[in-house]
């Protein structure tokens, strides 16, 4: 379990670098793409401090 959650919050958190990289490289909707990266990397920090927390 610790560690299919620990890949699945490391893919979520590239993810969420790529959003933000994608945000400056797009013409519309740069806000929503950059929150989404946000929400991202905050969605993969919180899965190890509430899920492997032993």
């Known amino acids: 379990m610790n560690i299919v959650a620990f890949v699945v919050a ?3 958190f ?7 990289g994608l945000a400056f490289s797009v013409t519309t909707l740069m ?3 950059f929150i989404a990266g946000i929400l991202c ?13 032993d």
């Open 10 to 12: 490391f893919a979520i």
């Open 31 to 33: 806000g929503p793409i």
């Open 41 to 53: 990397v905050s969605i993969a920090m919180a899965i190890p401090f509430h899920l492997l927390r």
């Open 14 to 20: 590239v993810f969420g670098f790529w959003l933000f």
